[in-house]
């Protein structure tokens, strides 16, 4: 019954024609306050989804705010964990919501933050490991975002590293992991190769490019990869709905980034 709840909800938030997604995470409020483009988070839900996006994620205490009425549906990734860059542990995250909340809440998904190296690392595998437990339990998708950040990791985006987070969030039963972005096709090939389940990018800091964006988009699909869960670099975007109408032509009917680039040339 379980495999059969989980394989409904991850329709919701995956393309089932492609077997890829764009996801668009809005949960940077916690983490760095309300920032331009999730202070009205309607609106911004609004412009992403009528783009294509096949999911957004979100905190517990915003779902209602991004509740729009019309437009087109999107699937709902709630997250677990929170930190914030006040702390002087910023890499440290802790669990702030259960998979049985997300789901009353109405989660098609639930995800969480894993930071490898960091001094703190035992306790957030601890989470991780019981939280997969519980999305197996209720037959609901978990979204793992794994990065390498610690006093041992001199560059968080190194395939050594990158392709080490991605598998332990395969190992310890996440259905989707997040990890960024390698800088070429070869070597985020040897991510995807080396983990089991659906692996997505990150966005990183925010890029001034559109071109930039849309490539390692491409490059990473064409080299395996799942998609994307790209946060500020879409809903800062100056024309959100257009990036992700870019990137769905590229992410789901395999077009070129110039093709991509179009949808932006109006602005």
């Known amino acids: 019954m379980s495999n059969i709840g989980k394989m ?4 919701r ?31 911004t839900i609004q412009k992403v989804a009528n783009g294509g996006a096949n999911a957004i994620v979100e905190h517990k ?13 999107i699937g709902l990734i709630i997250h ?6 006040l702390s002087p542990y910023p890499n440290a995250k802790t669990l702030v919501c259960s998979v049985e909340e997300a789901i009353k ?18 306790e957030m595998l601890y989470d991780f490991g019981r939280v997969s437990a519980e999305c197996r339990t209720w037959g609901i998708p978990l979204l793992a975002m794994c990065y390498a ?17 991605a598998r332990v969030g395969g190992e310890l039963g996440a259905d989707i992991v997040k990890v960024n972005y390698t800088g070429s096709p ?19 800091e925010k890029m001034d490019s559109d071109r930039d964006i849309l490539q390692i988009v491409k490059d990473s699909v064409d080299a395996g990869g799942a ?17 992700v109408k870019g990137m769905h032509h590229i992410v789901h009917e395999k077009g070129s980034v110039e093709e991509a680039l179009e949808f932006l040339t109006a602005l």
Do not use: W
Not at 63 to 72: D, F, I, K, M
């Open 186 to 204: 070869e070597t985020f090939h040897e991510v995807t190769q080396g983990c089991n389940v659906p692996v997505v990018i990150a966005g990183g």
């Open 61 to 73: 205490g915003l779902v209602e705010e991004g509740l729009r009425g019309s437009g087109p549906d």
């Open 105 to 122: 809440l109405g989660a098609d998904a639930v995800s969480i933050h894993l930071n490898l190296g960091d001094a703190d690392e035992k």
């Open 149 to 165: 950040r610690g006093e041992k990791i001199k560059n968080s985006y190194d395939v050594q590293f990158v392709k080490h987070a």
């Open 227 to 243: 998609g994307l869960s790209i946060g500020r670099n879409v809903f800062q975007h100056r024309d959100p709905e257009g990036l």
């Open 8 to 11: 409904i909800r991850f329709e």
């Open 13 to 43: 938030i995956f393309n089932r024609s492609t077997g890829r997604t764009i996801i668009v995470p809005m949960d940077h409020g916690t983490t760095v306050g309300p920032i331009d483009g999730v202070i009205d988070m309607k609106a």
């Open 80 to 85: 677990l964990s929170a930190s914030t860059c």
